[in-house]
């Protein structure tokens, strides 16, 4: 048998920080609530999650990266909207965001979940924040709450 590992999803004693852009906050609200309700249903408490909220995605990865460096925290949930607009404003956005979430994930070591959503359209957007397509931020947060166990497990 090939040794396996698989980190759980425990989240009790984990630190977070969630960086939650401002612009569309109609969705980004429900993005919050959604990564909050996870990270609290998986054993987190308030104590142990920081929201620092920002203009808009495309600085979230400095903020992030800010984050990482001061090292408090154990995983970092990135939470905004970008939606398509009447020109290319947005693919810009969409794509150096996630260029710059990759690199401080790689550069500090910390992981750093994708909770940008990048819908063509409103209703997408709505139905990827809490409701027909689930919620993103939840998501999100599950998958910080597994990388962020994975990298202690491999570090240890
Ligand atoms: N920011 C978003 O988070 N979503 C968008 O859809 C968006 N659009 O389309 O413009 C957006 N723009 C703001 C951007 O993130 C910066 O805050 C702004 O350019 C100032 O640097």
């Given at each position: 048998m090939p040794q396996e590992i698989a980190a759980g999803l425990?989240?009790?004693g984990l630190r977070f920080a969630i960086v939650l852009s401002r612009f569309n906050s109609f969705i980004t609200d429900q993005l919050l609530a959604g990564a909050l309700d996870c990270l609290t249903r998986h054993g987190a408490k308030d104590s142990q999650i920081t929201v620092v909220r920002v203009p808009g995605s495309f600085e979230i990865p400095l903020t992030a990266s800010t984050l990482a460096r001061?090292?408090?925290?154990d995983a970092i949930i990135a939470l905004g909207a970008v939606i398509k607009g009447a020109t290319s404003h947005d693919e810009l956005i969409a794509a150096e965001a996630t260029k710059g979430l990759t690199q401080v994930m790689i550069e500090t070591g910390i992981p750093v979940a994708h909770g940008i959503l990048t819908p063509s359209s409103l209703e997408q957007a709505i139905e990827r924040a809490g409701t027909k397509m689930g919620n993103k931020g939840w998501d999100a947060a599950l998958g910080a709450i597994e990388m962020a166990n994975l990298m202690k497990e491999l570090r240890s």
């Open positions: 425990s989240a009790s001061r090292k408090r925290h």
